[in-house]
């Protein structure tokens, strides 16, 4: 079993930025696949700074790796 955790970050318009309700799914600006956290973090605050002024944009960080490995979970 691999101990790979790779993580997604992604991002978009939302409609209201107390949540993850996104406006266009094909608008999405999918940032890339990370091996793990700390480079997915590295990314999400790059991609997050570049938007800061707009408060319907947001980025976020997915844990591919519990979506892929629910087991991982019980660790």
Known sequence: MSDQKLHLVMGGRVRDPQHLEFVDLDALDV???YPDYASA???WRSAAQRTVDD???KYVVVHLHRL???DMLKR
């Open 31 to 33: 940032v890339g696949v």
């Open 68 to 70: 892929l490995q629910p």
């Open 41 to 43: 973090e590295e990314a």
């Open 55 to 57: 408060a319907e944009m």
